[in-house]
């Protein structure tokens, strides 16, 4: 899987948009960008991915560059809720799991 | 819906003592399988992954085992702890391009 470089903490004020960098220069035309969070002392959860089009869900935007070798996940309106570590993950589907080693992440806080 | 459940949530146990954790997965099937451990303050690193019943691949040599005998439980267990056991376990599911779900998490302290 491709290593993903991220900030290793952000600041962001409540109501504005939160958004988290990721670099993975080295990903492979058949790798998604996955990004996941992880609130403390909680298991990380999913928000979002993508492979080459950008995403939205209900949490977030995924904005992925025309060359894929970055990408930003957006938070429209940040709650303080939304403090926690953010993981970009870099991975191939269908290659026997989700054997993806999660790196440090981006530790945002959200500030009232 | 597909849930995942983790117990105990948290756990002491004295050193030399034996372990076991277990994982269980509801409402899917022939889940890929992972135990992760993550130590304070830092990034969570792979243990283990199953692909299916019985099967099992180790990612970094340790102290720890784990098996799965069914297609939905995965146990993580270790004969005799060491202080460096000590972290938040996690265990988690997956299928095919949907990522990772993970459990709430056991945090052990060895004592």
């Known amino acids: 899987d491709a290593k993903t470089t991220q900030p290793p903490s952000m600041d962001c004020a409540e109501g504005r948009a939160a958004n988290l960098p990721c670099n993975h220069s080295t990903i492979s035309g058949n790798e998604y960008v996955y990004w996941y969070r992880q609130i403390h002392s909680q298991g990380p959860q999913y928000i979002i991915h993508g492979l080459k089009n950008n995403e939205t869900n209900e949490m977030a935007s995924l904005i992925i560059t025309e060359d894929r070798k970055s990408s930003t996940l957006i938070l429209p309106h940040a709650t303080l809720r939304d403090t926690a570590v953010y993981y970009c993950?870099?991975?191939?589907?269908?290659?026997?799991?989700?054997?993806?080693?999660f790196g440090a992440g981006t530790r945002l806080f959200v500030k009232a | 819906s597909q849930t995942i459940h983790q117990w105990p949530a948290t756990l002491v146990q004295p050193v030399g003592s034996p372990l076991s954790l277990e994982c269980t997965v509801e409402g899917t099937s022939n889940p890929n399988l992972y135990w992760y451990r993550q130590a304070a303050g830092r990034g969570l690193q792979l243990l283990f992954y199953s692909v299916g019943i019985g099967q099992i691949s180790s990612e970094v040599p340790q102290n720890l085992s784990a098996s799965r005998p069914q297609d939905r439980q995965f146990i993580l267990s270790s004969k005799k702890l060491l202080l460096s056991d000590s972290g938040f376990y996690l265990c988690?599911?997956?299928?095919?391009?949907?990522?990772?779900?993970f459990g709430q998490g056991t945090r052990l302290t060895v004592v």
């Open positions: 988690a599911w997956s299928v095919e391009e949907k990522g990772a779900f």
């Open positions: 993950i870099v991975r191939a589907a269908y290659t026997g799991g989700f054997k993806t080693i």
